[in-house]
Structures are given as structure tokens and as C-alpha cells.
């Protein structure tokens, strides 16, 4: 796929792998306008690498799509990459925690890492549309694979997006072979919602680096670092896989 000269928006893209990858496509001579909650932070990472639009959006809220895709279109006159990245993640003991906390923590998580990717998605089909070379990529993660004990909602909306883009490539197959989905699968990476959590973490650069290796050469599961070993032993062995990741 060619990657420059298109008009691109990504979601949670003040910071973390969103802003690396928005650095990314800016480089290569595209428009980008990006979006998150934190509109101090968006106005920084915009001034700091050059993107058309910083916008500010709170995909928690069901309704802040549609304001979404208006301000894009505004903003970059069009779209041809869409980019959801925006995710967060609770780490909880399902066992431990009270009930209505459990409902507003998993209403959230599923609202944003979920809910919203298929919304939005929706939403800019008419746009992406219109482009000879367009494309959705989705970021998932290896815990789409295998899941961690103390993330258990989290996991679960991985493995929905994992299940979604597959299906959402099929559709696009059949009646919009020009629009590609792709899915990029990141191993634990040095983020604000990992600090504290793990070892043997990557910079969102290097993911940025594989996800534009895997676009360019039409990759569409983009596995990165750690889960391509991850992904073959969950094939060969399962129960293994498992145990590896289950207290990550």
C-alpha cells in the first residue's frame, strides 16, 4: 500500500503508539489530524510533529462520533486512513471488586477500546469510500491471543476487535476491495497506561516502525516484537501460551 499522500486520523493520538504513528504518516507527506481527551496534550503533540488537526474527543461519550468525523472532514477535507488507537485498561479482580464498579469499569473500557472502534468505523466508511487506496487500521494487542489475569474486560474487547477487523476484511473483500483493514497485535509497550506494569516493555516507536513495515508490504495482522513468537506457540501450544501470558 502506498503511504504518503493520504489524509489520515488517529484516535488517542496524543500520545503513546498513537502519536508515534501519526509522526510516522507526517513524515511521509501525509495530513493528519489526531484526537484524545486531553486537549493540552493534543496541542502539544500537534505542534511537535506537524499535524494538520488536533482534536479534542472523549470517544467514552456515544455521541462524541459524530462531532468527530464533521471536525475531520473539516479539518483534512476528506479521510482515507483511519487509525483506532484510543484504548484504556483497568486492571481489577473480578472476585474482589464491587459490583457497580465493576458495571461502570467495563462499560467504559468496552465503550471505548470496542464500542466506539466499530462506530467510528461506520461512520467514516462513506469517506474512506471515495479513495482509490484507503484503509482502517485497527490496534489490537497479544493479549487478543492470550489474555492476563488481571485485565479480564480489557482482554476481552482485544479479542473482539480481533474478531471484528477479520470480519470487516471479509465484507470489504466482497464489496470494497480498495479499502483495506488491517490489524496490528503489540506486545507490553512504554505507555501512560502501562507504566508501572511489566518488564521487557518496547517504545511506541518500534511498534510504529513494524505497523508501517507490515502496511507497506500489505500485512494485514501486523504482529509485533514478542507476540510473533507469542501467535506460534498459541498454534502449536496452546496451554502454554496460556500460562506464559496469564499473570504478565
Known amino acids: 500500500?502506498?503511504?504518503?499522500?493520504?489524509?489520515?486520523?488517529?484516535?488517542?493520538?496524543?500520545?503513546?503508539?498513537?502519536?508515534?504513528?501519526?509522526?510516522?504518516?507526517?513524515?511521509?507527506?501525509?495530513?493528519?489530524?489526531?484526537?484524545?481527551?486531553?486537549?493540552?496534550?493534543?496541542?502539544?503533540?500537534?505542534?511537535?510533529?506537524?499535524?494538520?488537526?488536533?482534536?479534542?474527543?472523549?470517544?467514552?461519550?456515544?455521541?462524541?462520533?459524530?462531532?468527530?468525523?464533521?471536525?475531520?472532514?473539516?479539518?483534512?477535507?476528506?479521510?482515507?486512513?483511519?487509525?483506532?488507537?484510543?484504548?484504556?485498561?483497568?486492571?481489577?479482580?473480578?472476585?474482589?471488586?464491587?459490583?457497580?464498579?465493576?458495571?461502570?469499569?467495563?462499560?467504559?473500557?468496552?465503550?471505548v477500546n470496542f464500542t466506539s472502534l466499530v462506530a467510528l468505523t461506520a461512520a467514516c466508511i462513506p469517506a474512506l469510500s471515495e479513495n482509490p487506496q484507503a484503509a482502517v487500521v485497527n490496534i489490537s494487542s497479544g493479549l487478543a491471543i492470550a489474555p492476563k489475569a488481571s485485565a479480564p474486560v480489557y482482554c476481552a474487547t482485544k479479542a473482539a476487535v480481533h474478531s471484528f477487523s477479520r470480519s470487516l476484511r471479509y465484507q470489504c473483500e466482497d464489496s470494497m476491495p480498495h479499502l483495506r483493514v488491517f490489524e496490528v497485535f503489540p506486545p507490553l509497550v512504554e505507555t501512560d497506561m502501562t507504566k508501572g506494569r511489566g518488564d521487557g516493555k518496547i517504545s511506541p516507536g518500534d511498534v510504529a516502525a513494524e505497523v508501517f513495515r507490515g502496511l507497506s508490504n500489505d500485512r494485514y495482522e501486523i504482529r509485533v516484537g514478542k507476540v510473533k513468537y507469542l501467535d506460534f506457540i498459541n498454534r502449536i501450544f496452546p496451554t502454554l501460551a496460556a500460562k506464559l501470558v496469564k499473570e504478565s
Do not use: W
Open 1 to 111: 500500500m502506498n503511504l504518503s499522500k493520504h489524509k489520515v486520523l488517529v484516535t488517542g493520538g496524543g500520545s503513546g503508539i498513537g502519536l508515534e504513528i501519526a509522526r510516522e504518516f507526517v513524515t511521509r507527506g501525509n495530513q493528519v489530524a489526531i484526537c484524545g481527551r486531553d486537549s493540552k496534550k493534543l496541542k502539544l503533540a500537534q505542534s511537535s510533529i506537524g499535524a494538520q488537526a488536533a482534536i479534542r474527543c472523549d470517544l467514552a461519550e456515544p455521541y462524541a462520533i459524530p462531532k468527530l468525523v464533521a471536525d475531520t472532514s473539516r479539518s483534512l477535507g476528506g479521510l482515507s486512513i483511519l487509525v483506532n488507537n484510543a484504548g484504556i485498561q483497568y486492571n481489577y479482580n473480578l472476585l474482589e471488586k464491587n459490583p457497580n464498579e465493576v458495571f461502570l469499569d467495563a462499560a467504559e473500557e468496552i465503550q
